[in-house]
């Protein structure tokens, strides 16, 4: 079956850089997404990757893809307080294209 | 273009009743999926409708079933409610159209069972 893992928990200084990490298992998987939840709402695509691209920039966030080692990584450049939420890793997965989720690494951003 | 709406943002409902939480597709999307989610857990895949059938399934037992209407809206229905299924439900929409799939969540029902 599908299985995507993240830690669980980072924190960086206000101003750093900030990276999470996440593996996945499903070698099928054509998109490979980042959300963002923050405390009581729902979730917040940041970005997306498809399967043939090593990396993808979009603005302070640099998403980049192994998939020899079935890892994917999110860097957040120049990391804000407002940054400070749960983010998490995602594929596709199955005839539905559902998405299969890891647990989630909650990101503090400290002044 | 309206986001994702689900109704009602809150709910508490007693142990074995049943319980129908609602949502409103994005504009131009043809397809609503449902997760939930525990505490401190991911969003878990319930099911996927479109054209009105369902379209594949996760790990739920049959007293969760689902509708989807003509213009795309979408009820999750939960019977015989039981502790273990308090957690917030998420609804997403997307279409079939769009190469990478997009999915956009609602903010969620929060469903407490007591």
């Known amino acids: 079956g599908e299985d995507v893992e993240q830690s669980l928990f980072l924190s960086v200084r206000e101003g750093d850089s900030s990276v999470i990490n996440c593996t996945y298992t499903d070698s099928s998987s054509t998109y490979l997404y980042w959300y963002k939840q923050e405390p009581g709402a729902g979730l917040q695509l940041l970005t997306y990757i498809f399967s043939n691209m090593d990396m993808k920039q979009d603005q302070r966030l640099t998403v980049l893809l192994n998939k020899k080692d079935k890892h994917l990584s999110l860097r957040i450049a120049d990391t804000q307080t407002g940054d400070s939420a749960i983010y998490f890793c995602a594929e596709t997965f199955g005839s539905a294209r559902q998405l299969t989720f890891g647990s989630g690494t909650q990101l503090t951003v400290l002044p | 273009e309206t986001g994702v709406t689900q109704s009602p943002t809150h709910l508490i409902k007693t142990r074995g009743q049943q319980v129908t939480l609602r949502c409103s597709s994005q504009?131009?999307?043809?397809?609503v999926s449902w997760y939930q989610q525990a505490l401190g857990q991911g969003p878990q895949f319930i099911f996927q409708y479109y054209r009105e059938e369902e379209n594949g399934r996760g790990n739920f037992p049959p007293r969760f079933s689902g509708l989807q209407f003509p213009n795309y809206s979408s009820e999750l229905n939960v019977n015989a409610l039981e502790l273990d299924d308090s957690a917030l439900y998420l609804c997403?929409?997307?279409?079939?159209?769009?190469?990478?799939?997009?999915?956009?969540f609602g903010s969620g029902t929060r469903l407490t069972v007591v």
């Open positions: 504009s131009g999307h043809n397809t």
């Open positions: 997403a929409s997307s279409s079939r159209d769009l190469a990478n799939y997009g999915y956009t």
